[in-house]
């Protein structure tokens, strides 16, 4: 008789959730887990499965012991807040259907663990004796001493018989279904339980490892096949079978004191083994989803580690435990366990570790010293995988145990501040700019606005004042000593006067105001009013004889050949309605009936400024002679009296707005620093000339005689930006995001420097709105955060291989390869929308940069397309006018009066071009501000975890191609062409082509700075153990800026792991490519012609279901893909030279493929499949462009970064596939990750699976946005690439924000 330990009654494997959570993960203390590997020996693998345990005769003489018996001979002290942790999961998965509530024995207890899923009663109810969940076939449990009773056990066997046969039918039906004769294999599981201080009993789960089929029996051949691997299956119990859970079970920190210790000397788990039918995912009946008991291991948790020398849990390596099984259906069975240490926290400079990973020591908690000090990153999140396989081609039997551990950056938030401060500085001058053009044109349109006349001299202005006193009127018959008018010479009227300023350097004149003055009849020797009735300040530009804005004609004459400098004429324009006579009715329009006077006269008199400027003679009145337009004659004189100053000393040598003054060249603007030139560098020049830069006046001044013609014709059109448009621009738009960027700028570097604010506290990370390294997807429209790229982690897939030595079991783990991938939200400005504006009374246009910089290029060629027209107007107007307009003494001939509409409504629907295209301009640049300092911190986390990787740079000379190459960035978005995505696939593409501008060294705090004056943009990189600072410098004007990102290393680590051939100061390029394609329902909508996306309410939670502005566009998928093949087949020609001579001849560069339509080289033998499927991809949802960019990438030395709307759902489904994709192409590539073996579709998809449920992913969304789970629901998921489907346990559901009942906090 032996007596085996009988699991609790309370224990249902059932309701355990593998699912970690970062309560779990971030449990205290951090790096005090011990992670144990389960492999169970051939002996455990029992022939028949379910079937074989249900068969057995139950008469045979075996006594169970219960808990409470057992727990007289084993205690464990547990503390009393584990066992909500860890007695029974939150919540039930949806695909393990929970089964009754044991915390209770009740009767009701066994009903409800009968009930079937379909919520009818289980016609196999009535059999449950009240062993709730668990089943143990083998006995019953003893009551009081006593055996069971006949009837117990008469139905214990009726109630076997039944399952068997209910487990016997689904078989056969799936075989029907499926038509095929495989077996359907039961499932193993190990549970891990310690003792309920309360209870006695050992029914506290800790740890669970997956379900995982049995391996099938030959019974033939006697020959276990698991995975690649041959065991020896005999049954006897010392062969080499059996199998190896993927999922290690970790013991969790809780259960030891703060110390670190165990909590009892005698701390005792218990490993039971569970079997579940494999036919119960095809029956609907509950009863099949139960567990069967068929053994326990115990393990003395000290007993175990003394023996070996270790004191539990400070151990630094690897051992192995031997427990054997207590069992009645396998007496031969063992659990062999390799523990292993901690693994959330690699070693420095180890497998696993990255440069860009924060210090554990510091970053984590507070220092006992500083209390005050603000801490700025979580933990990484980690877990573990264990792969069964002979190593190399020696057949020596190891186990790979892989680490997935996904890490915040330490270079995120300091890259992100570096870069504001760069731009704070640029959008601050830009801004400066526009406010000093907005006064200069304010000064062009009328002098009542003018505050300040001092700054307007100091301008180039000078200040004038006119004054209008009266009109005085001839008459035809006009005779001395009377006024031949009557009696109404002595009433007056009043006539309408327009004022015209003629510049010298427009041809079109500027109305200063339009007013009515007195007008009398003029009587020789009569003592009129010298009183003003019109007043009008004006600041006309003062032009230099050199402008070459200077009309021609301006110097003819002797008087005017002698002047330096021109400030222009005024035309005075007075209009006649009618004139009254003696006894007419004067109140008519047209006079009195019947005079000849009564007819409307256009009058004009003319002033010229140029003649009165700095005059010291004492104003007086002048009359001016006002001729008729009509007949050319005289018909008055005009009362006015002008002065005209300009600030002494400065007449001659004073420039304002002018072609060649040094005044309006941008140095540092935002435009220039994002790398855009203005579009008016060429035959578009007009003036202002605003935002050009010292290399844009350069080029225009450069383009000679081709676009000369054009340069003097819109030189002479005046200005095309408003007053009106410009001081609204710079006050609502430029001041207004200059003070954003300065805002965002300072809260970076305070949040970096600065200690814990009183009162601040910790949020949870989904809550946190404060900058830090990491940023929630749900922060997405926080515009504080908007230059920090958001839910940004390194994922490592580190691999070690594992051997324990026969016979002492000593174990040896060597790590062996890494894969690394850095995932993240789409860089994007999500505050700005996707959905321009533009300027008041224009259409807005949806998209993001790739769609706004297309209009911008329209707008540009619009503006061409008019400036042209207007050009052609002018010159016809010439033309048509040179030989009827009539001429008298002073009369321009150049300058063209308003009224005509033709050339009206072209220049004003030119100036509007113009505006929009100078909206659009500073739009876009604002943008691509916000959207490169997230694609740059990304990117340079991506790389610091290359050039951490020192196996790799030994293995090959990837630091040497980098410096010759550039170092390969690709990143794999999975945005669909719809909606607001569209906009988010356009943001990144322009984001990353702009990485392409960035080149970075290694310096070290001894390294000689490029100029004294940068020290102070030396950004900290804080809690890094060999990062100081870092620092962006720019250079270049517009398209051809670059910035050099200094990354300052510790100089030990300097001289010993960075490779030389980045040492001093050698730059590393970076190559960024971009491949995109949608991957969920909303794809497959855009690919099957519909628009799926319909518009919803706008969602009020953080995180909003966003959606549907815009027209969905495959075609950018396509042009994007093409764009980036051409780019990466250029760069596979650079590094793996091929045979074809030509092909060695033709280097094609970044920016060449790029601009480029078409392939202009061979396809490179690595890349054919990439082709192919990119070839093939039209409205198609063709995921293998992503698998095989991603590959080509990691084989041609390169960083993969992975993104999509947040960064933690379909890049979780990407990420864990390309990570199970990698570690089968490792098993079968004899240790080649990137070796291009064939590879069973089926297991990548069951190992990645694992990975979506137990891995790291389902934490990143529980820190994203406060829930572990996929934001997916199940029509969804069927419409998804079949690599990437969810696993259906873990969906967020139908419900709209994807938490149930609650409505927040999920996208969906």
């Known amino acids: 008789m032996s007596t085996i330990p009988n699991p609790s009654s309370s224990i249902n494997p059932n309701t355990h959730d593998p699912i970690w959570t970062l309560k779990k993960q971030y449990a205290p203390p951090l790096g ?34 219960t808990s409470s018996s057992f727990s007289s001979v084993v205690t464990a002290d547990v503390p009393t807040d584990l066992m909500g942790e860890m007695n029974l999961s939150e919540r039930t998965s949806s695909s393990m259907i929970a089964t009754a509530d044991n915390s209770s024995s009740s009767p009701s207890s066994s009903q409800q663990y009968a009930t079937a899923t379909s919520g009818r009663s289980s016609p196999f109810g009535f059999l449950n004796n009240g062993g709730g969940s668990v089943s143990t076939p083998f006995a019953t449990r003893s009551s009081g001493g006593k055996g069971p009773s006949k009837l117990a056990t008469l139905g214990s066997k009726l109630k076997n018989q039944l399952e068997r046969g209910v487990t016997s039918i689904a078989v056969q039906a799936q075989k029907a279904t499926s038509g095929d004769q495989k077996d359907i294999r039961d499932l193993l599981t190990v549970g891990a339980y310690i003792q309920n201080p309360r209870t006695g009993e050992f029914d506290i789960c800790i740890g669970m490892t997956e379900r995982q089929e049995m391996p099938p029996l030959s019974l033939e051949k006697n020959v276990m096949n698991y995975g690649n691997v041959e065991h020896n299956g005999s049954g006897s119990g010392t062969g080499d079978g059996g199998m190896t859970f993927r999922i290690p079970i970790v013991i969790p920190a809780p259960i030891m004191d ?41 393990l003395f948790m000290d007993q ?89 081609g020696s057949g020596t039997k190891s186990t790979l145990l892989t680490t997935e551990r996904v890490t915040e950056s330490t270079v995120v938030l300091p890259v992100a501040a570096a870069f504001m401060q760069l731009v704070s500085r640029a959008s601050g001058i830009s801004a400066a700019h526009a406010m000093n053009l907005a006064s200069k044109l304010e000064y062009f349109h009328g002098g009542d606005t003018v505050n300040d006349p001092m700054k307007a001299m100091q301008n180039g202005h000078a200040q004038c004042q006119l004054e209008i006193i009266h009109y005085l009127r001839y008459h035809p018959h006009h005779m001395a000593g009377s006024d031949g008018m009557g009696s109404s010479s002595t009433r007056g009227n009043a006539i309408h006067v327009g004022i015209y300023l003629q510049r010298p350097d427009s041809i079109f004149e500027n109305c200063l105001a339009k007013c009515t003055v007195p007008c009398h009849p003029y009587v020789e020797n009569k003592a009129y009013s010298s009183f003003p009735a019109v007043s009008i300040p004006f600041y006309p530009r003062i032009v230099d004889k050199n402008d070459s804005r200077l009309l021609p004609g301006q110097m003819v004459g002797s008087v ?10 005024l035309r005075i324009q007075l209009h006649e309605e009618h004139i009254g006579g003696g006894g007419g009715d004067v109140f008519s329009p047209m006079g009195p009936a019947g005079m000849a006077m009564g007819v409307p006269r256009n009058l004009e008199a003319l002033l010229d400024i140029d003649s009165y400027l700095n005059s010291s003679e004492d104003k007086s009145v002048l009359y001016l002679n006002v001729i008729d337009l009509m007949t050319g004659s005289s018909a008055g004189s005009l009362g006015v009296t002008i002065s005209a100053h300009t600030l002494e000393g400065m007449v001659d040598q004073f420039n304002g707005i002018s072609g060649n003054s040094d005044r309006d060249i941008v140095e540092g603007g935002l435009i220039s620093l994002v790398g855009m030139d203005t579009l008016m560098e060429d035959d578009k020049a007009c003036h202002p000339q605003c935002d050009l830069n010292k290399a844009a006046c350069e080029k225009i001044q450069s383009s000679g005689q081709t676009h000369e013609r054009k340069f003097r014709q819109l030189a002479t059109m005046g200005e095309f930006l408003t007053f009106d448009y410009m001081i609204r621009h710079a006050e609502m738009n430029r001041a207004a995001e200059s003070k954003s960027f300065l805002e965002k700028s300072v809260k970076y570097i305070s949040a970096l420097t600065s200690p814990l604010a009183e ?35 390194i994922q490592s897939f580190s691999m070690s291989n594992v051997t324990m030595a026969e016979p002492n079991g000593e174990v040896t783990s ?22 321009y504006k533009g300027i008041e009374g224009e259409k807005p246009v949806s998209g993001g940069l790739r769609r706004l910089e297309t209009r911008r290029t329209a707008a540009a060629e619009k503006v061409r397309s008019l400036q042209n027209q207007l050009i052609d107007a002018v010159g016809n107007f010439y033309t048509m006018h040179s030989q009827t307009m009539e001429k008298y003494p002073g009369r321009s001939v150049r300058h063209i009066s308003p009224g005509n509409h033709h050339i009206d409504s072209l220049r004003s629907a030119c100036i509007s071009a113009t505006q929009t295209l100078h909206a659009i301009t500073w739009d876009i640049a604002v943008r691509r501000a916000n959207v490169f300092s997230q694609a740059l911190g990304i990117a340079l986390s991506m790389y610091l975890a290359h050039v951490s990787d020192f196996a790799k740079l030994q293995k090959a000379a990837w630091a040497n191609i980098w410096t010759k190459h550039g170092f390969l960035i690709t990143f794999e978005g999975l945005l669909s062409a719809a909606g607001k995505e569209l906009g988010m696939i356009e943001d990144a593409a322009v984001g990353i082509s702009m990485l392409r501008m960035v080149s970075v060294v290694f310096v070290t705090s001894d390294s000689p700075l490029n100029a004294e004056s940068a020290t102070d943009r030396c950004v900290p990189i804080v809690d890094s153990p ?27 680590y300097y001289a010993q792991r960075i490779p030389p051939s980045l040492k001093n100061m050698s730059p590393v390029r970076f190559y960024p490519i971009l491949y995109q394609m949608g991957v969920d329902i909303r794809q497959w909508g855009v690919n099957a012609g519909a628009n799926f996306g319909k518009k919803n309410e706008p969602s009020t939670t953080d995180e909003m279901d966003e959606d549907e502005i815009g027209i969905p566009d495959n075609d950018v998928l396509i042009a994007l893909n093409y764009e980036a093949f051409r780019k990466m087949n250029a760069y596979a020609h650079n590094v793996y030279l091929c045979e074809d001579p030509e092909d060695i001849k033709t280097s094609i560069s970044w ?22 499927y990119i070839r093939s991809s039209a409205g198609k949802m063709e995921h293998g462009i992503l698998d095989e960019a991603g590959f080509a990438s990691n084989r041609l030395g390169g960083g993969s970064g992975i993104f999509c709307k947040s960064g933690k759902d379909r890049t979780a489904m990407q990420v864990t596939f390309k990570q199970a994709q990698y570690i089968h192409r490792f098993l079968n590539g004899q240790g080649n990750g990137f070796s291009e073996s064939n590879v069973d579709a089926k297991k990548i998809f069951d190992d990645a699976t694992i990975m979506r449920v137990h891995g790291t992913r389902l934490p990143i969304c529980d820190k994203n946005v406060g829930q572990p789970l996929y934001a997916f629901n199940s029509l969804q998921a069927k419409f998804m690439p079949e690599p990437l489907k969810p696993p259906p346990r873990a969906l967020a559901g139908f419900l709209k924000g994807g938490r149930v009942f609650s409505g927040g906090g999920i996208e969906s």
């Open 814 to 835: 060597i790590p062996v390869s890494l894969f690394q991938n850095v995932t993240c939200g789409a860089p994007a400005d999500h505050f700005r929308g996707f959905q």
């Open 759 to 793: 009162g601040e506290v910790y949020l949870p990370p989904d809550q946190q709105r404060q900058p830090r390294p990491f940023r929630p997807s749900s922060s997405r429209m926080d515009q504080s955060l908007s230059g920090i790229g958001f839910n940004v982690h």
């Open 1151 to 1172: 920016e060449r493929a790029h601009a480029s339509t078409q392939i202009e080289q061979s396809i490179h033998p690595m890349l054919t499949k990439l082709y192919d």
């Open 32 to 65: 005090k887990r011990i992670v144990l590997v389960i492999k169970l020996n051939d002996a455990c693998i029992i022939p028949g499965g379910v079937d074989t345990l249900l068969k057995r005769d139950h008469n045979h003489k075996i006594t169970y012991s």
């Open 258 to 298: 703060e110390h670190g210790n165990a909590v009892s000397n005698n701390t005792v788990i218990q490993f039971h083994l569970w079997m579940r039918s494999g036919a119960a995912i095809f029956a609907k009946n509950r009863a099949l989803r139960k567990y069967l008991f068929v053994g326990t291991s115990t």
């Open 1026 to 1052: 060999y990062l100081r600072w870092l620092r962006i410098t720019p250079s270049g004007y517009g398209k051809d800026t670059t910035y050099l990102v200094e990354v300052c290393v510790d100089v030990n």
């Open 304 to 392: 175990q580690f003394l023996s070996q020398q270790i004191h539990w849990p400070k151990f630094d390596r690897p051992v192995s435990i031997v427990l054997p099984l207590q069992s009645v259906v396998a007496p031969l069975g063992k659990m062999t366990m390799l523990a292993f240490p901690d693994t959330k926290f690699p070693s420095l400079c180890g497998i696993g570790w990255s440069l860009s990973d924060p210090r554990t020591d510091t970053a984590y908690s507070a220092i006992m010293s500083s209390p005050t000090r603000r801490i700025l990153f979580h933990p990484p999140l980690d877990q573990n995988y264990a792969f069964p396989y002979y190593h190399g």
């Open 560 to 569: 005017a050949s002698n002047r330096s400098v021109f400030v222009g004429k």
